[in-house]
Nanobody, 127 residues
Framework: QVQVVESGGGLVQAGGSLRLSCAASGRTGSSAAMGWFRQAPGKEREFVATINWSGATNYADSVKGRFTISRENAKNTVYLQMNSLKPEDTAVYYC?????????????????????WGQGTQVTVSS
């Protein structure tokens, strides 16, 4: 069984930065693709960013140039560095791991391609 745990959320002013962390345990995480998703109140969960086992990344258009996803395989940890935050970035941020999902779905942020999900961490950006 794989456990995925996010941390690093909080309250920040617009224009500020936060770094989210996601630790995967219970299985070697270096072979998994890892993704970040978010869900704002009253909205559907949406893709934010993903990184595969070789380090290839993809981002939602809304966060390109502001967010950076990275991974540290030795620690089975993935990070999401969020800069120039906007009030519309306010959401619960979820980390997910994919061991079995199709590569296309994984890299294009299809949540069905991800096998394990964390509980989420709240990010609130005040104006």
């Amino acid at each position: 069984q794989v456990q995925v745990v996010e941390s690093g959320g909080g309250l920040v002013q617009a224009g500020g930065s936060l770094r989210l962390s996601c630790a995967a345990s219970g299985r070697t995480g270096s072979s998994a693709a890892m993704g970040w998703f978010r869900q704002a109140p009253g909205k559907e969960r949406e893709f934010v960013a993903t990184i595969n086992w070789s380090g290839a990344t993809n981002y939602a258009d809304s966060v390109k140039g502001r967010f950076t996803i990275s991974r540290e395989n030795a620690k089975n940890t993935v990070y999401l560095q969020m800069n120039s935050l906007k009030p519309e970035d306010t959401a619960v941020y979820y980390c997910a791991a994919s061991f079995y999902g199709p590569a296309y779905g994984v890299m294009h942020g299809d949540p069905r391609a991800y096998d394990y999900w964390g509980q989420g961490t709240q990010v609130t950006v005040s104006s």
